[in-house]
């Protein structure tokens, strides 16, 4: 571990100032976290917030780059003025990405650094994820990409550097809603209420997806038991019929951790 951090120090000191579109998850904060070591002043974290983002991600971002001493810039950017983000098509992703990139280049243009960096690894690769071909288009660096690193990698060494690194893997509110239904800040903003109601309860891997008429659950494998347990069904069924999402339904598939397109409309 300690050679694989080297050489991603290594790699990262090839630029004395960069920029990182840092989301507060377990890649960017990897990044963050070897882009302070290895360019200490010269590194600017940006985190973009807006209607789409999970309740408390802001908050995690915030507390770790004050943790490592790092010049960290949050900046509103609302998806939702983009015709494809608000009408949920296929290109909803390719169009958020390609907007917050366009605006992190400006800040590195403001901080004179002559690269923009984000957390994409190598199992990303796997992933459905639009984006990645307008960071691509638009030039953007991927650190941890480059150096081969993928999720195994990235928790170990987390885990080596005190980074909370049994953190679940995030996606935005907007994969909740199958393609076609079309978005609102509002109904972003329920779907990250439903969410928050379990994660205030101790559960970390929270997916709640519009379904058909009504809404399906998802949790970590370990978790189910707990949640049964507990008696949350009904309570959090509640919740989620009185936010307008309708019957609930638990999906008790083994493997919810990978990033996958929202079901079809």
């Known amino acids: 571990m300690n050679k694989a951090l080297q050489r991603l120090e290594n790699h990262l000191r090839r630029w004395p100032r960069a920029v990182l579109l840092f989301s507060g998850g377990l890649d960017s904060s990897l990044?963050?976290?070897?882009a302070a070591r290895a360019l200490g002043?010269?590194?600017?974290?940006?985190t973009f917030t807006g209607p789409h983002i999970v309740p408390g991600e802001l908050a995690a971002a915030y507390r770790l780059g004050r943790r490592l001493r790092v010049r960290h810039l949050v900046r509103a950017l609302d998806p939702?003025?983009?015709p494809d983000f608000r009408q949920n098509t296929r290109r909803r992703?390719?169009?958020?990405?390609?907007?917050?990139?366009?605006a992190g280049w400006k800040i590195a243009s403001v901080q004179g650094a002559e690269v923009l960096w984000d957390g994409t690894n190598l199992d990303d690769l796997a992933d459905f994820r639009p984006g990645l071909a307008a960071a691509r288009e638009l030039g953007v660096g991927s650190p941890l990409l480059e150096a081969g690193l993928g999720k195994a990698a990235i928790r170990e060494l987390s885990r080596a550097l005190g980074l909370p690194w049994q953190r679940p893997a995030q996606s935005c509110l907007a994969t909740r809603f199958p393609y076609g239904a079309g978005l609102s800040a509002e109904a972003l903003a329920r779907m990250g209420q439903a969410e928050a109601w379990l994660r205030r309860r101790g559960f970390s891997h929270v997916r709640l997806r519009v379904s058909g008429a009504g809404a399906r659950l998802e949790l970590g494998p370990e978790e189910w038991q707990t949640f049964l347990a507990q008696?949350?069904?009904?309570p959090f069924g509640a919740l989620v019929a009185c936010l307008e999402f309708g019957p609930l339904s638990l999906d008790l598939s083994a493997d919810h951790g990978r990033v996958a397109?929202?079901?079809?409309?």
Request: charged residues 10%.
């Open 31 to 34: 990044l963050l976290a070897a």
């Open 41 to 46: 002043q010269g590194l600017t974290a940006v």
């Open 80 to 82: 939702l003025a983009l």
């Open 93 to 102: 992703c390719y169009a958020c990405k390609r907007a917050v990139i366009e």
């Open 231 to 234: 008696g949350l069904r009904g």
């Open 261 to 265: 397109p929202p079901p079809p409309a």
